[in-house]
């Protein structure tokens, strides 16, 4: 495998010895991406994982804004499964792992109750994906799902591109796709974010300032499912149009966030068309100053404030306890299959998945 970084290059501390293993019979590695700026990104192709985000705030000083691991075993069995991979085949739940697909009907794995989440306990976050060194700023992977694979129909195709412009501290990330029979596509990367850096233990990110350009967003049941409205943020703690922090309304009394043991909900994004490349949300914390802008094409963004982290021990000691990181994962809206009136994750043979999603980062002196 290529990788024209050497470890001493690295700002994040990570060893490429302590990446490299065979599972299932391939190769894993680390891979670190920078551009003329000083911006640094590391990667691994086991679940196409983030690694680490290397950005300076607003005196100069870098940290790793991503939560992540210092080796390739502690990415493998993390508490965490999903931590800052790639997940498909399809992103978020789908009710009682359900699914009509092309006239059939396919029962998926069920690995959150009764549910499918993030495509399942073997989903791309557990698979060895094939590198392709483009430059010093560019990365691609690709995979091959086989069909059936996690009951999945179809023989799918997919490839992801990480790059950082050469001017710009922003990690772009390209999706592709291709299937040779109808299946179900809805890719994100569920990157954990803590802009004021990973530490032990991480702070909270409830001090973290939010907006979110939605002006509704999709209620969920007891089990995290879409109920099937879609319900208007305003006068609600939901309303993020505005900034405000996190930790302001998530100890509302308010049904929603007792069923999503705080922000764990789909916002609709606001579009003029359907595949608008807009801003969709932007991320502030106050103490580094360093703020983060992501846009996607997407219809729907993922809210998660880190409820679930246990404590677990990462990279070089830091620690991730519960709400240590807010995650905004870009995607079609959850238990799509079963909403005919939510946009489709539907690809037919001859289709072509297309997305694209960058996380920009700066600083407010």
Same mark, same amino acid.
């Given at each position: 495998?290529?990788?024209? +970084? ?9 060893? +490429? ?5 065979? /599972? ?5 590695? &680390?891979?670190? !991406? ?14 196409? #994982? /983030? ?34 991979? /790639? ?8 009710? @009682? ?10 029962? &998926? ?20 994906? $094939?590198?392709? +060194? ?5 990365? =691609? ?9 996690? @009951?999945?129909?179809? *023989? ?12 710009? @501290? $922003? ?12 299946? !179900? ?5 569920? =990157?954990?974010?803590?802009? =004021?850096? #990973?530490? @032990? ?21 007891? $089990? ?21 922090? /996190?930790?302001? +309304?998530?100890? #509302? ?15 609709? !994004? ?54 240590? #990181? ?21 690809? *037919?043979?001859? $289709? ?14």
């Amino acid at each position: 495998m290529m990788n024209s +970084r050497s470890p001493e290059s690295n700002l994040s501390g990570l060893k +490429r010895e302590d990446f490299q293993k065979v /599972i299932d019979g391939k190769e894993t590695d &680390l891979f670190i !991406l920078k551009n003329h700026r000083g911006m640094e990104v590391a990667l691994t192709n086991y679940g196409c #994982a /983030i690694l680490s985000i290397m950005v300076p705030d607003k005196a100069g000083k870098y940290a790793n804004v991503v939560l992540g691991h210092d080796n390739i075993d502690c990415v493998v069995n993390n508490p965490e499964p999903f931590l800052n991979t /790639i997940i498909g085949r399809y992103a978020n739940r789908i009710a @009682n792992g359900y699914c009509p697909i092309g006239g059939g009907y396919y029962q &998926l794995a069920q690995n959150a109750g009764p549910n499918t989440l993030h495509g399942g306990p073997t989903g791309f976050h557990t698979r060895v994906w $094939e590198p392709h +060194r483009m430059n010093d700023s560019e990365m =691609a992977f690709t995979y091959t799902s086989r069909n059936l694979e996690e @009951n999945y129909p179809g *023989n799918l195709t997919v490839k992801v591109k990480y790059s950082i412009p050469f001017d710009t @501290n $922003e990690l772009c990330i390209t999706y592709e796709a291709t299937t040779d029979e109808p299946t !179900l596509v809805n890719l994100t990367n569920h =990157a954990f974010f803590n802009l =004021a850096g #990973a530490a @032990n233990p991480t702070p909270s990110v409830l001090n973290h300032e939010v907006t979110i350009n939605a002006d509704f967003y999709l209620p969920i049941t007891a $089990e995290a499912i879409p109920t099937g409205e879609i319900r208007l943020v305003e006068g609600t703690p939901m309303d993020f149009r505005t900034p405000h922090t /996190i930790g302001k +309304r998530i100890h #509302a009394d308010f049904e929603q966030l007792k069923r999503g043991s705080g922000y764990d909900h789909c916002y609709v !994004l606001n579009k003029i068309e359907a595949r608008d490349y807009l801003l969709a949300a932007t991320c502030y914390e106050p103490q580094s100053g360093r703020v983060l802008e992501v846009y996607t094409d997407q219809p729907g963004l993922q809210l998660y404030t880190g409820n679930w982290l246990s404590g677990f021990t990462g990279a070089h000691g830091a620690t991730f306890p519960a709400r240590s #990181a807010v995650c905004f994962e870009a995607q079609l809206f959850p238990d799509t299959p079963n909403r005919s009136y939510f946009p489709s994750a539907l690809l *037919n043979g001859g $289709e072509v998945y297309h997305q694209s999603t960058a996380y920009r980062f700066d600083v407010r002196r």
